[in-house]
């Protein structure tokens, strides 16, 4: 059993109001207690459903049949945690959660499933933000916990293989002990599984050193609505052989097949690594520091963060920790990675110098102590979960052209005034990657319809991306125009028609509807 969950029904409003026992797997994301559960999302999104079979008994003989009885989940208060987000935005009415173990009974349960239409909605970590894991009416869960072993690792390619139900932090862990890192660093590294990873083409904090998933994944193997087994696990780093048929995974988010096992290219582990902490008075200076360091730091630039002080805020009130520098209206965070300490401490120490000289940087601190480097990166990781803490977060990740990578936050600021606590800017500058925060006490219809579509065709005014690290998912669809051309989502649904005919993979999710 994952979870005992009891309720209280008041004014047409579940409440959790006691939670007996959790799933370890869920770690810290499934505290409900006495809090209300999300809206339903066919309700929130004014989803209509599609004309999908219903699970019935024979349907579960043959599940329990394939699994086990312990692999199928049926009892609606276990379930209840598999059909929610993490951010508490989306509920799902999921009857069913499937837990297997092989690819073969993913197989049989995907043949299957397609068969009798009965739709899926294939599930990692649930760390998602814009709904992509968690189901919409009651598509099937397919959840891949179970489907956790690493298979090989090659310590001179640093070709890791490894199945899609794997812990990314677990396997960080792993290739460290070989003298490698994974490639990605995300915040919810400790619960997130590279498989969901990989279906998001998840980006992370280390993009600007390592790259895009794109580029890390040598190859994969997936499973098609038919049941058909795709391989192309390859672990070469160079295979010109034909179509690069893992890409149409990489970023798919299960719509086009699921995701099982992954070969992932492991670069070297630094021998040395240093984290830099400034306070910054404008954007424009953070700007002109991030174009400084790249001339300052070249290779060993790992990582270039931004943080405006209403993000650090909520990590500071969150963590309940002081920040090792006083207050500022913008934070940098660098990190180099290298493999020399005294080297690259000089490089760091000496760009240091040389921009509070400039008065770029008007307070900062250099370590390359492992704790205190694990304390300040606290502080960037920790702002989404201050921004949930007692409060409702509006998440907003988009890509903009470095020069507009702030403007839309003081324009949302402006727009929507009191009806907000607050506003926050933070994300990845090296790569353009930006994340607004808008926090309100509890969900607010009226602040969606303010900043929806507005942002979004701001950020299409910028030549930027609506996504750029979160995905699609349920939430976004109707706005992917903003960022792609009729004749590209055109070609997307040529494709989905043709990996999956009968619609059942993660149905509702990243193409928009034909209207």
């Not at 003989?61 to 699994?67: A, D, G, M, N, S």
């Not at 959840?143 to 899609?164: F, H, P």
């Not at 086009?256 to 290219?265: D, E, M, Q, S």
């Not at 830099?276 to 008075?281: A, L, S, T």
Request: glycine share 8%.
């Amino acid at each position: 059993m994952d979870a005992v969950l009891l309720f209280s029904v008041l004014n047409n409003k579940i409440t959790m109001i006691k939670s007996v026992k959790i799933a370890s797997k869920f770690g810290q994301q499934y505290r409900y207690a006495s809090q209300v559960l999300p809206q339903l999302s066919s309700e929130k999104y004014k989803i209509i459903r599609k004309k999908f079979a219903t699970v019935q008994e024979t349907d579960l003989h043959y599940f329990k049949h394939t699994l086990g009885e312990n692999r199928v989940i049926s009892d609606e208060s276990d379930i209840l945690p598999y059909n929610i987000d993490w951010v508490k935005h989306c509920r799902g009415q999921s009857k069913v959660v499937l837990k297997p173990s092989t690819v073969q009974e993913i197989s049989k349960i995907l043949s299957y499933c397609n068969e009798k239409r009965l739709a899926l909605c294939p599930q990692g970590g649930n760390t998602s933000v814009v709904g992509g894991g968690v189901p919409v009416f009651d598509e099937i869960v397919l959840n891949l916990t179970n489907m956790n072993k690493i298979i090989s690792l090659d310590d001179i390619s640093g070709a890791l293989i490894c199945e899609a139900g794997c812990v990314l932090e677990t396997l960080d862990n792993f290739v460290r002990e070989h003298g490698l890192i994974m490639p990605l660093d995300l915040g919810a590294k400790g619960t997130c599984q590279i498989g969901g990873n990989v279906s998001t083409n998840a980006g992370g904090l280390r993009l600007l050193r390592y790259g895009n998933l794109h580029g890390s994944i040598l190859g994969l193997e997936a499973v098609r609505a038919d049941g058909t087994i795709v391989d192309c696990l390859k672990a070469l780093k160079k295979d010109n052989t034909g179509y690069h048929l893992k890409h149409l995974f990489i970023g798919s988010e299960g719509t086009l097949g699921v995701v099982t096992k992954v070969a992932i290219h492991c670069p070297a582990l630094p021998k040395a690594v240093t984290i830099g902490f400034f306070g910054v008075n404008n954007f424009e200076n953070v700007l002109k520091l991030y174009k400084s360091a790249k001339s300052s730091l070249g290779e060993i630039l790992s990582a270039f963060e931004m943080c405006d002080q209403e993000a650090i805020e909520s990590s500071v009130k969150y963590l309940n920790q002081r920040l090792p520098i006083p207050e500022f209206p913008f934070y940098v965070l660098i990190e180099t990675h290298g493999s020399n300490d005294a080297h690259d401490e000089e490089k760091l120490n000496n760009f240091l110098k040389k921009e509070m000289d400039n008065g770029l940087i008007l307070d900062g601190t250099i370590t390359s102590e492992p704790t205190k480097m694990q304390y300040i990166w606290r502080f960037r990781e920790s702002i989404p979960a201050g921004d949930m803490n007692g409060t409702f977060m509006y998440a907003f990740d988009v890509s903009l052209p470095q020069s507009h990578y702030y403007e839309l936050v003081p324009i949302l600021r402006e727009k929507l005034g009191d009806k907000v606590l607050k506003v926050s800017g933070f994300g990845h500058i090296g790569d353009g990657n930006a994340h607004i925060n808008v926090v309100t006490e509890e969900y607010s219809q009226e602040v969606t319809d303010i900043v929806e579509p507005f942002l979004f065709e701001e950020v299409a005014k910028r030549q930027g991306s609506v996504s750029a690290e979160h995905g699609i998912g349920l939430k976004k669809p109707q706005y992917m125009h903003f960022s792609k051309d009729e004749s590209a989502i055109q070609l997307m649904r040529d494709l989905k028609q043709l990996m999956d005919p009968n619609g059942i993979l993660n149905p509702y999710k990243v193409l928009p509807e034909i209207k």
